[in-house]
């Protein structure tokens, strides 16, 4: 059974840092991975699909990396904004998509 | 991308009583998929449901609980059934357009 494991639950940082989010996950036989973003109480947003046979995707400040072979993914947000604090999830497609918990995200101004 | 829609956004419900969701499309898709998200938690698949045939339930998800229509290719409902406050969660719509999946901005539900 895929399990998804999202470190940290939680990240704080000023505005203007880089940063990164992991994702790891437990069986390396995925189809492909997908980064959303959700803002509190709203539905979910598509920012980064990886496919298995993809290390990378970059678009605009974010690049999503795979190494699909340690079960691991990592979402890199460079020079962030207080507009990106949000809860990100990642979530593996094997037979279905499996969702992680997230990491919620707050950029202080 | 697909755009889809949710109604209602939200709503407040006594115990013992039924909800039914609406989920919009604005393309034609084959499968749509819903999804809970309770509170401090990760979403889990409830059902996925094709357009003229029964929806596929996951474990711990029952057709009686939750019956889903699919009348067309581009609309589904989702009803909550004998509602306890436990049914208390976001409910989201989701269809998938090639190998990226979309989702809806949900339905929140409170269940007093």
């Known amino acids: 059974k895929q399990e998804v494991t999202q470190i940290p639950a939680a990240l704080s940082v000023p505005e203007g840092e880089n940063l990164v989010l992991n994702c790891s996950f437990t069986d390396s036989a995925i189809y492909n991975l997908q980064w959303f973003r959700q803002d509190p109480g709203k539905g979910l947003t598509s920012l980064l699909l990886?496919?298995?046979?993809?290390r990378e995707q970059t678009s605009g400040r974010l690049n999503a990396s795979l190494d699909k072979s340690s079960g691991r993914s990592t979402l890199y947000i460079a020079a962030s904004q207080p507009g990106d604090s949000a809860t990100y999830l990642c979530a593996v497609r094997s037979e279905k998509l499996v969702f992680g918990k997230g990491t919620k995200l707050t950029v202080n101004p | 991308s697909a755009v889809i829609s949710q109604k209602p956004s939200r709503d407040i419900c006594q115990r013992g009583t039924s909800l039914t969701i609406q989920c919009q499309v604005d393309s034609q898709v084959t499968m749509m998929f819903w999804y809970r998200q309770q509170p401090g938690q990760s979403l889990t698949l409830i059902a996925t449901?094709?357009?003229?045939?029964?929806?596929?339930?996951e474990s711990g998800f029952v057709i009686d609980k939750f019956p889903i229509s699919r009348p067309n290719l581009t609309f589904s409902t989702l009803t909550v059934s004998n509602m306890s406050p436990e049914d208390s969660s976001i409910y989201l719509c989701?269809?998938?357009?090639?190998?990226?999946?979309?989702f809806g901005p949900g339905t929140r539900l409170t269940v007093l």
């Open positions: 989701s269809v998938l357009e090639g190998d990226t999946q979309y």
């Open positions: 449901a094709n357009q003229g045939s029964e929806a596929t339930y």
């Open positions: 990886i496919q298995s046979s993809q």
